[in-house]
C-alpha cells in the first residue's frame, strides 16, 4: 500500500527520540507489530527475564531527547514512498483518520491520538530504557509507539517476511492497536495472564493485529484531513500478501521451532503465525471493531469472517 504523492503530512506528528538516559521503569511495554519486541519475545518464550531489555529500575525518563536527525523533510505522500521514518509518519496520521472516525462511531468512545517516535540505539520511555533490539513497542504508561526503523530491515532479513510498505505500515498500525486497547480498558488483560495458547496476552496481541485489519479496511477510503483524497492508495492483492508475511513471520509457532527446533504453545505470548494472519484478515474483511473481541472468542483459530 503505497501514498498517495499528493497526501500532505505533517513532520511534527512524529517525534526523534535519543538514546537518553535511564526510563521510570516498573512496567512492560507491549508490542509489537509484526511480533514486536522480538527479543522480549524470545527471553519470555525461554524463560529469561524481561527487565535485562526494558529497565526496571527508578530514574526519570527523558522524552523530549532529540537525535542527529528530523522529520522536517516528510511533508509528502511521495516521501513516504522512499523514506522509511516518513512511512511511519504518514501511517500514524493516516491511523488517525480512520480511529478518529471509526472508534467514536463503532464504540462511543473519542480518540485520542497516541504519541509516536522514531529512535536510534536506544530510547528512555515510561515503562524503562529500551534498546534497538526489543524491535517496535506500544508503552501505555506514556501512551506512546516507538520504533526504531531498522527493524524493519531485520523482519526481512531476519525474519523472511516481505519488503513491500504494508508489512511496515502494519507493523505500526498493530502498536496503535494497542493504543485502541488502552483506550478502551482491555490492554492490562494481557498482564494478568501472560502465557499460553489462549492466555489474555496472546489474545491482545491478535486483538492487536485485528484492530491492524480494520484500519487497512479503511485506509484506502477515509479521507486525510481538508482533503478529499485517502493518504494511502488503493489496496491490492499484493499489499495484503505483504501484512501477511509480517503477520506470520514472527508468529510464536514459527520464532520457538527456529529458537529451540520445538513448539511448546504453553510459552505463547502472541500467537501462531496463522492465528496473527487469521486475525488481521477478520478486521479487513469486516472493518468492524466487535469482530476484534478475542477475549471471548472459544476459539482463537476461528476468528468470526
Request: net charge negative; hydrophobic share 35%; glycine share 12%.
Amino acid at each position: 500500500m503505497t501514498f498517495n504523492d499528493g497526501a500532505r503530512l505533517d513532520p511534527g506528528r512524529v517525534s526523534v527520540r535519543g538514546s537518553g538516559g535511564r526510563g521510570r521503569g516498573g512496567k512492560i511495554a507491549l508490542g509489537g507489530g509484526a511480533g514486536g519486541l522480538i527479543v522480549l519475545v524470545l527471553v519470555l518464550l525461554l524463560g529469561g527475564d524481561p527487565s535485562s531489555l526494558l529497565g526496571s529500575e527508578g530514574g526519570e525518563s527523558a522524552p523530549g531527547e532529540t537525535g542527529t536527525h528530523t522529520l522536517e523533510h516528510c511533508v509528502t505522500g511521495a516521501v513516504a514512498n522512499t523514506d522509511v521514518d516518513c512511512r511511519v509518519l504518514g501511517t500514524a496520521q493516516s491511523l488517525d483518520s480512520v480511529w478518529t472516525d471509526e472508534l467514536s462511531e463503532q464504540t462511543g468512545t473519542a480518540y485520542a491520538a497516541p504519541e509516536v517516535a522514531v529512535f536510534n540505539n536506544a530510547v528512555s520511555t515510561g515503562c524503562g530504557e529500551a534498546t534497538s533490539a526489543v524491535g517496535p513497542f506500544y508503552c501505555p504508561a506514556d501512551q506512546t509507539a516507538y520504533f526504531d526503523t531498522a527493524f524493519f530491515a531485520e523482519l526481512v532479513r531476519r525474519f523472511g517476511a516481505n519488503a513491500g510498505p504494508l508489512a511496515q505500515e502494519y507493523v505500526v498500525a498493530h502498536e496503535f492497536g494497542h493504543h485502541i486497547q488502552n483506550q478502551l480498558g482491555d490492554i492490562r488483560r494481557a498482564q494478568a495472564d501472560p502465557r499460553g495458547a489462549t492466555s489474555g496476552a496472546v489474545r491482545t496481541e491478535l486483538q492487536a493485529d485485528c484492530y491492524a485489519g480494520v484500519w487497512a479496511h479503511y485506509a484506502d477510503k477515509t479521507p486525510a484531513p481538508d482533503s478529499s483524497q485517502p493518504f494511502l492508495k488503493p489496496l491490492t492483492d499484493a499489499d495484503v500478501a505483504d501484512a501477511l508475511s509480517a503477520a506470520s513471520a514472527v508468529g510464536d509457532d514459527r520464532i520457538q521451532r527456529a529458537a529451540t527446533g520445538r513448539v511448546n504453545p504453553e510459552g505463547w505470548t502472541h500467537g501462531s503465525s496463522e492465528q496473527r494472519q487469521r486475525w488481521f484478515m477478520a478486521g479487513y474483511r469486516t472493518g468492524e471493531v466487535r469482530t476484534c473481541d478475542t477475549y471471548s472468542a472459544r476459539n482463537l483459530d476461528n476468528p468470526p469472517a
